[in-house]
C-alpha cells in the first residue's frame, strides 16, 4: 500500500474529507453519485481512498474510550478533540512533527470545520459567536489565561464576548486580537485579511514584533509574516456570505468565479478574454448552478459543462 506522502496534497485533502462528510452522516442521493464520480474518476484517488480507508479501520480497532469517543460521540467537537487524540497514538512519536508538515492534515485534525459549500455557526464556551465560512477550519483552544481561535484554512467571523481574558485569532502570518465588537478574518494564499464590522482590533505580523497596528469599524487590513499593508474601507463581500449570500460591485468576473469556486466542488475556469468583464449584484450562494446560468444572462458568455465537477465559462460565439 502507498503511503500517504506519495499522494498528491489536493487528492489526500479530498480523501480526508470525504471520509470526515461519511462520518458525520451517510452519503446518500447526489452526494453519493459525486463520491462515485470522484472515486472512479482517476486511479490516484482510488489509492488514496484504501489508504485513508484503512487509517480509519485501525483506528475503529484501538479499543478503550478514546476511540470510542473519536468514532461515535454525537458531539463533533469532542469527537475530533479524541481524533486527534487518536492520530497522535496511531502514528507514533513522529506525528506531531507530520501533522505539521503535511498541509491536507488541519481540516482531518481540527477542532471545528464547515465542508466545502456549507456555512456553520457555532456558540464558544465564552458566549463568543464563531461562524465558518465553506471549506474552513479552526482550533479552539481555551485556559484560565487566554482564548485562542486558531485559523487553519479558509475564513471565520467571530462576535467576541467581554471578559478579562484577551482573545486572540491566530492564522499563519500573525495574531489579531479583538478588543470589542465583530471581525471577519480570511486566510488567503500567502496573507490574511481582516475586516472589523463592528468595534476595534489590533494585530500582529509573526515576524515584526513591537508592531501592534490598530484598526477600527469599516477597515480592512491584510498583512503577512513580516508587514501589514494600509487599512482601507471594507469592500460589499466582506461578511455577505454570513448570510448565504455573494456580493459583486464591478468585480472582474475571473475574480468573481475565484470567489465562487469557493463553494463548489470541482474546478471552475474561465477565460482570459473574459476575464476582466464586470459583474455587479447580490448572488445567493445555496444555488451555485443558478448562478452560473445567470451570468449568460447578464454577460456575453457561455457556461459549457463538461461534467458538474469541471465547469468553463467561456465567450459567447
Known amino acids: 500500500m502507498s503511503s500517504a506522502g506519495s499522494f498528491a496534497p489536493q487528492v489526500a485533502e479530498q480523501a480526508v474529507q470525504w471520509l470526515l462528510d461519511m462520518h458525520d452522516a451517510p452519503l446518500a442521493g447526489e452526494q453519493q453519485q459525486r463520491f462515485e464520480h470522484w472515486l472512479a474518476s482517476n486511479s490516484e484517488h482510488q489509492r488514496a481512498w484504501a489508504h485513508i480507508h484503512?487509517?480509519?479501520?485501525?483506528?475503529?480497532?484501538?479499543?478503550?474510550?478514546?476511540?470510542?469517543?473519536?468514532?461515535d460521540s454525537p458531539r463533533l467537537a469532542g469527537r475530533r478533540q479524541a481524533l486527534k487524540a487518536l492520530l497522535v497514538v496511531a502514528m507514533g512519536g513522529a506525528a506531531i512533527a507530520t501533522l505539521n508538515q503535511q498541509p491536507w492534515l488541519p481540516p482531518l485534525t481540527a477542532d471545528l470545520r464547515s465542508p466545502v459549500g456549507e456555512r456553520r455557526h457555532q456558540q464558544l464556551s465564552d458566549g463568543s459567536q464563531l461562524q465558518l465560512n465553506t471549506g474552513s477550519a479552526v482550533d479552539i483552544r481555551f485556559d484560565a489565561h487566554q482564548r485562542l481561535v486558531r485559523l487553519l484554512e479558509g475564513e471565520l467571523q467571530i462576535d467576541a464576548s467581554h471578559?478579562?481574558?484577551?482573545?486572540?485569532?491566530?492564522?499563519?502570518?500573525?495574531?489579531?486580537?479583538?478588543?470589542?465588537?465583530?471581525?471577519?478574518?480570511?486566510?488567503?494564499?500567502?496573507?490574511?485579511?481582516?475586516?472589523?464590522?463592528?468595534?476595534t482590533a489590533q494585530l500582529q505580523p509573526a515576524y515584526l514584533q513591537g508592531y501592534p497596528l490598530r484598526f477600527e469599524t469599516g477597515q480592512q487590513v491584510e498583512f503577512d509574516a513580516h508587514h501589514a499593508r494600509v487599512p482601507r474601507p471594507i469592500d460589499a463581500n466582506s461578511s455577505a456570505w454570513?448570510?448565504?449570500?455573494?456580493?459583486?460591485?464591478?468585480?472582474?468576473?475571473?475574480?468573481?468565479?475565484?470567489e465562487l469556486a469557493r463553494y463548489r466542488r470541482g474546478e471552475l475556469t474561465c477565460a482570459d478574454e473574459v476575464a476582466d468583464l464586470l459583474i455587479s449584484g447580490s448572488y445567493p450562494l445555496a444555488d451555485t448552478e443558478r448562478i452560473l446560468d445567470l451570468l449568460e444572462?447578464?454577460?456575453?458568455?457561455?457556461?459549457?459543462?463538461?461534467?458538474?465537477f469541471w465547469v468553463s465559462v467561456q465567450a459567447r460565439a
Open 54 to 71: 484503512a487509517v480509519n479501520q485501525r483506528l475503529r480497532g484501538i479499543d478503550g474510550p478514546l476511540a470510542h469517543a473519536a468514532l
Open 163 to 199: 471578559e478579562q481574558r484577551p482573545l486572540r485569532i491566530a492564522t499563519a502570518q500573525g495574531q489579531i486580537t479583538p478588543l470589542d465588537g465583530r471581525i471577519n478574518v480570511r486566510q488567503l494564499r500567502h496573507r490574511t485579511r481582516v475586516s472589523v464590522l463592528s468595534g
Open 242 to 258: 454570513v448570510n448565504g449570500m455573494l456580493m459583486a460591485s464591478h468585480m472582474r468576473l475571473a475574480d468573481f468565479l475565484g
Open 297 to 308: 444572462v447578464a454577460l456575453p458568455v457561455r457556461v459549457k459543462r463538461f461534467t458538474r
